[in-house]
């Protein structure tokens, strides 16, 4: 079956630092790719996504390739602010025809950018 | 413009007590997911409704939940007899089309603690 695994938090940063936050798939046939955020005590918003190899996702200064041969979805943003605190979800659609836009998750990355 | 509508926001039931979630997708949106997540945990796909039909529901407990989407009003997911192991936040997402590139919206959830 499908899944994702990312890098286990919480990652503590100093203001303007760079973030790399790891996230590697295992899926059948093409999935679609896409970072989620969490702020506390909110829902997830989607924070950008890519649909089909080498294609990079971009928002707000974070950026995410998908990369097919490493099975990778790296999230990463040069210079974090204190606002960016908050927990990172990778995750894929499901790419089987009745799936709709079903979506399985990796456990989440908690990031603490102090000023 | 209204987003996901989750109600309640918190919810507290003792031991035995049914749980009902309501869940109001974007206005025009006919494909709804709920998800649950447990405390420090990633999201975990529970049940996939189109309006009336239940699509997917690999993810649902096989005792005591269940989840329907009327022709008229919001989706509702059911928990009878709650455990504490229910302790969880409870999401709702919908989407536009059932293509699995769609952006899927979630609400803000309902989280639910059995004392």
């Known amino acids: 079956g499908n899944s994702v695994t990312q890098m286990e938090g919480p990652v503590t940063l100093s203001e303007e630092a760079f973030l790399t936050i790891n996230c590697t798939y295992t899926a059948t046939g093409y999935p679609s790719l896409f970072w989620y955020v969490q702020y506390p005590g909110e829902g997830l918003q989607l924070l950008l996504k890519a649909t089909k190899a080498d294609d990079k996702g971009s928002n707000k200064g974070f950026e995410a390739t998908y990369r097919k041969e490493t099975t990778s979805f790296h999230l990463e943003k040069g210079s974090v602010q204190v606002s960016d605190s908050a927990v990172y979800f990778c995750a894929l659609s499901d790419p089987g025809k009745a799936a709709g836009n079903k979506l399985t998750f990796g456990g989440g990355t908690r990031v603490l950018v102090k000023p | 413009n209204a987003g996901v509508m989750q109600n309640p926001r918190h919810l507290v039931r003792r031991r035995g007590q049914e749980a009902r979630l309501r869940c109001s997708p974007v206005?025009?949106?006919?494909?709804v997911y709920w998800y649950r997540q447990l405390p420090e945990e990633g999201l975990k796909f529970m049940v996939y409704l189109q309006k009336e039909n239940i699509i997917d529901e690999s993810g649902m407990p096989k005792e005591r939940f269940s989840a329907e989407f009327p022709k008229e009003g919001p989706s509702i997911l059911r928990i009878q007899q709650v455990v504490r192991g229910d302790s969880a936040a409870y999401f709702c997402a919908s989407s536009l089309d059932r293509n699995m590139n769609t952006e899927a919206f979630f609400g803000q959830g309902t989280r639910l603690t059995v004392v």
């Open positions: 206005k025009g949106h006919s494909h």
